[in-house]
T-cell receptor, first 114, second 112 residues
Framework: KAGVTQTPRYLIKTRGQQVTLSCSPI?????VSWYQQTPGQGLQFLFE???????NKGNFPGRFSGRQFSNSRSEMNVSTLELGDSALYLC?????????????FGPGTRLTVL | GENVEQHPSTLSVQEGDSAVIKCTYS??????FPWYKQELGKRPQLIID?????GEKKDQRIAVTLNKTAKHFSLHITETQPEDSAVYFC???????????FGKGTRLSVIA
């Protein structure tokens, strides 16, 4: 099976702009989770979608939002970008919802905010 | 909510030596503890996990131990090899319906 894919792989934006990141899960996987990875904070959970519904949400401001489509593909949107949003954004898919299911990570989208 | 602390943040060992990474968690209700390995420039991958009803689990050169009383769990790598060099993340979850909470990672360097 093809692995998790993310597009784009790299993005450069300026403060105040918005950005949309895309994640295509492994075929048959219905859950997609998003994480922010920074050198100092490790992997921080943003949200999880399962069957087009947000099931869990991390401690991030409302500028971070997401959605999941009927084919399980997911998008993440960040509005009004801030310098601190610069990070590697990873998505991970799993067969079922929740932590007990192995997370298969994508290669990430590296976002740089200038 | 759950909080996971991971130590050390960096670790260097000689090839063939053992490496130990320790994590502590705050919520005694946590019952699932996976470890992910992220090689340089690559995506994290699950290498081993343990449930709270098990005290130890082994898979070849890696093992994980859990001490529920002290609320800590550790990753043990024996006979380290250069390909073990990576960032290792521990995580904990309270239930199957809650998300994983990750530690901040440990960068392991195995020196040949």
């Amino acid at each position: 099976k093809a692995g998790v894919t993310q597009t784009p792989r790299y993005l450069i934006k300026t403060r105040g702009q918005q950005v949309t990141l895309s994640c295509s899960p492994i075929s048959g996987h219905r859950s997609v989770s998003w994480y922010q990875q920074t050198p100092g904070q490790g992997l921080q959970f943003l949200f999880e979608y399962f069957s087009e519904t947000q099931r869990n949400k991390g401690n991030f401001p409302g500028r971070f939002s997401g959605r999941q489509f009927s084919n399980s593909r997911s998008e993440m949107n960040v509005s009004t970008l801030e310098l601190g949003d610069s990070a590697l954004y990873l998505c991970a898919s799993s067969q079922g919802q929740g932590a007990y299911n192995e997370q298969f990570f994508g290669p990430g989208t590296r976002l740089t905010v200038l | 909510g759950e909080n996971v602390e991971q130590h050390p943040s960096t670790l260097s060992v000689q090839e063939g030596d053992s490496a130990v990474i320790k994590c502590t968690y705050s919520d005694s209700a946590s019952n699932y503890f996976p470890w992910y390995k992220q090689e340089l420039g690559k995506r994290p991958q699950l290498i081993i996990d343990i449930r709270s009803n098990v005290g130890e689990k082994k898979d070849q050169r890696i093992a994980v131990t859990l001490n529920k009383t002290a609320k800590h769990f550790s990753l043990h790598i024996t006979e380290t090899q250069p390909e073990d060099s990576a960032v290792y993340f521990c995580a904990a979850a309270i239930s199957g319906n809650t998300p994983l909470v990750f530690g901040k990672g440990t960068r392991l360097s195995v020196i040949a």
